[in-house]
């Protein structure tokens, strides 16, 4: 499973380095179907990833000999903020509805993760690798995340859009300081379907 989430990582990584220097066909539906993979790798499989449990050994009771409740609690825990840290990180840069909301919520349940990671290899000297791992996973994610969160949405439209014509990419930035103006999202609209219909 550690494997399969590094694979998903560098896969996740690579699509959106790609649709930022590319026009990337289907780039959008790819990222997407990634990222729900690594969701539910990390929200249901996330115990049993951070603890180091073989898929093929889960229903076995001598997985987890070694690992208190409390760790497997706390994985639970860390597997839930990774899955909406990673949501946030999707929905920002697709430029979908919340995206915002659910990238600041992932942020700072990862730094509660983080900060309890930190403390407990203070505290506990039998499971500080398991920490160490913790701290790097969610570390690496919530660097993303940062980067994506201090980044004006207009930065990383016009990032994205390769060739765009000048009046789409006005248009689309009138869009997002005014969300709500139909007069707006008409026009945005239409200079889409003008773009779009030229590819």
């Keep these: 499973m550690v494997k399969l989430e590094k694979i998903l990582g560098v896969i996740i990584s ?3 380095m790609l649709m930022l220097l590319f026009l990337l066909p289907l780039g959008a539906l790819l990222l997407t179907l990634s990222v729900l ?9 996330g115990f049993a990833l951070f603890n180091k449990i073989p898929l093929k050994n889960l229903g076995k009771k001598e997985a987890y000999k070694g690992v208190s409740t409390m760790r497997i609690i706390g994985s639970i825990g860390a597997g839930f903020a990774l899955m909406t840290l990673v949501v946030g990180i ?8 919340f995206g915002y909301v659910n990238l600041t919520n992932g942020l700072v349940m990862a730094g509660i993760v983080l900060l309890i990671s930190i403390i407990k290899i203070g505290t506990t000297k039998n499971d500080a690798s398991f920490y160490k791992r913790m ?3 969610v570390g690496i994610i919530s660097f993303i995340g940062f980067l994506l969160r201090f980044t004006p949405t207009e930065t990383l439209f016009e990032l994205k859009c390769h060739g765009c014509p000048e009046s789409y990419i006005e248009a689309e ?5 005014d969300p709500e ?4 999202i008409k026009k945005a609209d239409e200079e889409s379907e003008k773009y779009y219909q030229q590819q």
């Design 181 to 184: 103006n139909p007069e707006l």
């Design 173 to 177: 930035k009138a869009l997002m300081k």
């Design 90 to 97: 999707l929905f920002v840069f697709l430029r979908w509805p």
């Design 37 to 45: 993979i690594l969701i539910l790798l990390h929200s249901v499989f």
């Design 14 to 16: 690579s699509i959106m």
């Design 135 to 137: 701290i790097i996973r």
